[in-house]
């Protein structure tokens, strides 16, 4: 996990996508440790879960996380996220095509 952390504050990604079953650890686990990363540093969480409980979802949006989406149902309104926040990214840094 630390590994991850450092990658996030060197490539400085605009976008995160977690899960929250991981293989060694949690999804939740890594919103901690992000949680602690400076603010420039800090990428658009999304967490992209098939346990979209709704204590899933409050727990992720109390760690940090701008949205959540459910795998088993919601790509469509993730791949809208990553896009409108590319898109965000394009007008704030004044890129063209």
């Known amino acids: 996990m630390v590994e991850l952390l450092r990658d996030i504050t060197e490539l400085r990604p605009d976008v995160a996508i977690i899960d929250i079953a991981l293989e060694s650890s949690s999804g939740f686990d890594v919103m901690k440790m992000m949680a602690a990363m ?16 709704q204590r ?3 727990e ?19 791949l809208k996220a990553v896009a409108a926040i590319a898109a ?3 007008r704030r840094n004044g890129w063209r095509h």
């Open 38 to 53: 400076r603010s420039e540093a800090h990428p658009v969480v999304v967490v992209l879960s098939s346990f979209a409980t």
């Open 56 to 58: 899933y979802r409050e």
């Open 60 to 78: 992720a949006t109390r760690l940090g996380a701008d949205y959540f989406f459910d795998k088993n149902g919601e790509i469509l309104q993730l």
């Open 88 to 90: 965000a990214r394009v």
